[in-house]
């Protein structure tokens, strides 16, 4: 076989590892498959004359589309009124990851005697999903309040249809901030849930308080190891170092024979 042409197998072979290593350490898997979500607010006011009631919703099959919905119920009597408002966003990065925004969920009451305040009866958030893969469904979140007198807000509910359930986010003195993981099954429906608990009824006087929440949610199952840009270039670089010191070794043998000779 003559050096030229096992220099070439040589470099070929030694690229083709470097394009093998990068396809082995590679693993690609599918997105979850999102099957239903939706956002449902729904605001009710009663000043001592009877209950308003507003809902808004906005909902979509298989896709992963922005979703949003706001609401406001004004009762009034007399001199004496209630305002309930709440609104909310979700979007979705894709359909393993997204962020949910419920804010300016409260009310403003003036003068009130005897009269309620209620936005808990939505749905608010709701995302129906198959995992792809065996993982965890982590949730971050972050809730504030603000107002003259924040009792009622109470905070949000967490539904997990999950074996491991839901949990309660509560607003208290404080606001409030962590994290959640629920483990999740590859091929198995799971629905998320998050719902405010915002209400207060009787004597409500004059008043003023609201509160928001985000929620920044993640599907993690297989991760995908990929070598790093200089792993791949450094296998290549090591490729051409090769062949470059056969050619040089080729050389001085060819000139050391015709000196022989």
Same mark, same amino acid.
């Given at each position: ?24 350490? &590679? ?5 979850? /498959?999102? =099957?239903? *979500? %939706? ?6 006011? $009663?000043? @001592? ?34 305002? &309930? ?5 979700? /979007?979705? =990065?894709? *359909? %393993? ?6 804010? $300016?969920? @409260? ?155």
């Amino acid at each position: 076989m003559k050096i030229s042409t096992a220099i070439q197998r040589l470099s070929m072979s030694t690229v083709g590892a470097a394009i093998v290593a990068v396809g082995i350490n &590679s693993s690609v898997y599918a997105l979850p /498959t999102p =099957i239903s *979500s %939706s956002l449902r607010l729904q605001a009710e006011s $009663d000043a @001592g004359s009877g209950l308003i009631t507003d809902i808004d919703s906005d909902g979509q099959l298989s896709t992963v589309n922005p979703l949003s919905a706001s609401v406001s119920a004004f009762a009034t009597s007399g001199e004496a009124s209630v305002l &309930s408002q709440a609104k909310g966003t979700a /979007t979705w =990065i894709d *359909s %393993s990851q997204g962020v949910v925004n419920l804010t $300016d969920i @409260g009310w403003k009451t003036v003068a009130v005697n005897s009269g309620s305040a209620a936005l808990f009866n939505g749905l608010d958030w709701s995302y129906q999903f198959i995992s792809d893969a065996t993982g965890f469904f982590t949730l971050n979140y972050d809730i504030s309040g603000s107002g003259t007198d924040k009792f009622g807000l109470n905070g949000f509910n967490f539904d997990w249809s999950g074996v491991e359930g839901g949990d309660f986010f509560g607003l208290d003195i404080s606001d409030t901030s962590g994290t959640l993981q629920r483990a999740i099954t590859a091929g198995e429906s799971y629905i998320v849930t998050i719902r405010n608990q915002a209400n207060i009824g009787g004597g409500l006087g004059t008043r003023e308080a609201f509160m928001d929440g985000t929620f920044k949610w993640k599907i993690d199952t297989a991760t995908a190891t990929v070598p790093e840009c200089d792993t791949i270039l450094g296998l290549l670089a090591f490729s051409v170092f090769s062949v470059s010191s056969l050619l040089k070794y080729n050389q001085k043998a060819v000139r050391s024979i015709a000196s022989i000779k």
